[in-house]
């Protein structure tokens, strides 16, 4: 299978999805989640002209970052304390901080590097037991944590939905662009005009999440592995 065309693909079925529901698909980034692959599909990926990606491991947004600087990485996966250190200043976009000690600490290591963060809060829409993030009330509180903290810019919100459940899906979506749209009411113009992004959407649901308002999509398996096209 040819990674390049399958990214092709996937951006042209983005430009047709995007036509349907009246977006612009240049408001749309995809992050190809590459944490499944080696350095040559990244390569072919970004053939077909992918430059932005996903890792869910510290230890791999590393490399792969220090591999191919010239590409944006986004980190997906669980935060560990420990292993901030090897993420901040790499990482484009963390998506996935829900715990204020983390902040915290990402705060502290932007400001010893010189540098702003760019972070976004993971939250779990459904309330699925088995998933971590910020219940949708919890949410504001860890927002004003952020803006009052040094070196980290909170800029929007991530979820991720339940897997095979459409309907649990565009709900979960459609809560999460509503409760980004309720933060933004209470914040300073400048604050809400940068917390505006809505990572949602993987392989089996970034189309509902196109739908619904998504800013980033997350597709992985669909771009890098043949059985999912
Ligand atoms: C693995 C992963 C993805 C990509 O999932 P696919 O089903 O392969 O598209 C997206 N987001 C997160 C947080 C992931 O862990």
């Known amino acids: 299978m040819d990674i390049a065309q399958s990214y092709k693909e996937f951006i042209q079925e983005l430009a047709q999805v995007c036509q349907e529901c009246g977006r612009d698909a240049n408001d749309v980034t995809v992050v190809a989640v590459s ?6 599909e990244i390569e072919q990926a970004a053939n077909g002209g992918a430059t932005n990606f996903g890792e869910n491991r510290p230890e791999r947004l590393e490399e792969m970052h220090d591999l191919f600087p010239e590409y944006s990485w986004h980190f997906i996966g669980n935060i560990q304390s420990r292993r901030l250190k ?3 200043g790499r990482a484009t976009l963390i998506h996935s901080l829900f715990q204020e000690s983390h902040a915290r600490k990402i705060s502290e290591l932007a400001c010893a590097q010189g540098i702003e963060q760019r972070v976004l809060l993971e939250v779990n829409v459904s309330g699925e037991e088995s ?3 910020l219940t949708p009330q919890d949410t504001k509180a860890l927002l004003d944590v952020c803006l009052e903290l040094p070196g980290i810019v909170p800029c929007g919100l991530m979820t991720m939905a339940p897997l095979g459940d459409e309907q649990e899906a565009r709900r979960d979506f459609a809560g999460l662009r509503e409760l980004l749209n309720q933060l933004q009411s209470g914040l300073s113009q400048v604050d809400a005009a940068q917390f505006s992004e809505l990572s ?8 509902i999440a196109v739908r619904e308002g998504a800013t980033i999509v997350r597709p992985g398996r669909c771009i890098f592995s043949p059985n999912f096209r």
């Open 35 to 40: 944490k499944t692959v080696g350095a040559p």
């Open 86 to 88: 090897d993420v901040v």
């Open 131 to 133: 998933k971590s993030g």
């Open 200 to 207: 949602m959407g993987m392989t089996n649901d970034w189309r």
